[in-house]
């Protein structure tokens, strides 16, 4: 109960996407430094060592800020130009002035400010390159510095210049290491996120190279088996199998070589995969022989589809098998009712006797076997 109510108002509040979720939750995370910083502000006021009106205006000033930020991240109504990298930039210009801000209200304990400038480079490793990050920082320096300055010109009582030349000593040091962390950190984040898409890839060919034929990239005969298993299964599905055997392969191999024969094979599978409809399996079953399961298909419809596949390949010659030479195939068709695997594996024996028909009776054939009586 607790971990679904926890789930649910997570995505309440952060959204589904995992990168639309990490940027909500940076945006909440600024959203309570704020809060945070805020509650300090007012302390100060009350201790009297700030002024309330001017605390009252920056809590106002971050605080509509970072709901305006969590909004736009939140509702995902942002324009396609307003990138995280974009968002950012705006978010840490909006901080770096509500630091500044900050710094010249608080007095005395301004030094405290100071430390805020380390969140600037962490907050913008997530979606600034490191470069941006450092130009960011540059930034925030330079605009801190400003304050400094001018209040030490406008208040040197109480902004004395040789500790706000400190203060400027001690920014430099915050703001660079914390930008030498943040591009450490986003170097390993990088690492790790090409590291999951070589996976990812590595995984990707793993599972084409068990599914599919690495010459012809059709289904492999062991994929082929778990599709016909799971045809096999659907009640009633009345289907077609073919199997279908190149004619006088050995022949191409004998005379033109091995890596001519390979070419007509992917030959073969290119012109077939073109002619058979999309939910149609067609698979490498063996050397020059493959299955093609055609489901939703009477043998009539099958008896097309492979005249269609013998017309296209005699449309198609290969002129590296040799002049004249076009792709034949003998080709045996088997009706299967859908009646479970044992009726679906003597569906494929049909064929497969059908095929050998056709060879006997000449090749360039295809022979229909109907359902034994
Ligand atoms: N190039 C190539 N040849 C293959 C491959 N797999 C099997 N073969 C060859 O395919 C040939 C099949 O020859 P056969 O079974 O005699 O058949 P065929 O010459 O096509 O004769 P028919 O089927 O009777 O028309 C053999 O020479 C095998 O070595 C392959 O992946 N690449």
Not at 202 to 207: D, K, M, N, V, Y
């Amino acid at each position: 109960m607790l971990p679904s109510a926890m789930r649910f108002l997570g995505n309440l509040l952060l959204g589904r996407d995992p990168d639309q979720r990490l940027h909500t939750l940076l945006t909440l995370v600024g959203w309570t430094t704020c809060v945070l910083m805020s509650v300090a502000h007012y302390a100060e006021a009350v201790l009297g060592l700030a002024d309330e009106a001017n605390t009252s205006w920056l809590a106002v000033f971050s605080t509509i800020g970072a709901l305006l930020f969590y909004l736009l991240m939140r509702s995902g109504v942002a324009p396609q130009w307003v990138t995280h990298a974009r968002l950012s930039w705006v978010q840490a210009s909006w901080a770096t002035v509500a630091i500044c801000w900050a710094y010249a209200l608080s007095g005395p304990a301004r030094g405290a400010a100071v430390l805020l400038l380390v969140l600037l480079p962490l907050f913008g490793m997530f979606s600034l390159t490191p470069r941006q990050t450092w130009r960011m920082a540059v930034a925030a320096y330079l605009a801190v510095a400003l304050v400094m300055a001018w209040k030490a010109q406008v208040e040197p009582e109480r902004y004395d210049p040789r500790i706000e030349l400190l203060h400027l000593v001690f920014a430099g040091i915050v703001l660079s290491v914390s930008s030498v962390l943040a591009t450490l950190i986003g170097r390993l984040k990088r690492q790790s996120e090409q590291e999951r898409s070589k996976l990812a890839c590595a995984l990707e060919r793993i599972e084409a190279l068990a599914t599919h034929d690495e010459l012809t990239g059709l289904t492999n005969r062991r994929a082929a088996g778990e599709r016909l298993r799971r045809a096999a299964r659907e009640p009633g599905a009345s289907m077609c199998v073919a199997m279908i055997d190149l004619d006088r392969f050995k022949q191409v191999n004998d005379s033109r070589g091995h890596a001519v024969g390979d070419e007509v094979l992917r030959h073969f599978a290119r012109v077939a995969r073109q002619t058979v409809r999309a939910e149609d399996m067609l698979a490498r079953w063996g050397g020059e022989e493959f299955l093609l399961l055609m489901p939703a298909t009477t043998p009539e419809q099958a008896l097309t589809v492979l005249a269609r596949l013998r017309e296209r390949l005699r449309a198609a010659p290969l002129a590296c098998a040799g002049a004249g030479y076009t792709v034949t195939f003998s080709a045996g068709v088997a009706p299967c009712g859908g009646a479970g695997e044992a009726d679906l594996d003597a569906a494929i024996a049909r064929a497969d006797d059908a095929m050998y028909r056709a060879k006997r009776e000449g090749r360039d054939r295809t022979l229909l076997q109907p359902v034994a009586a």
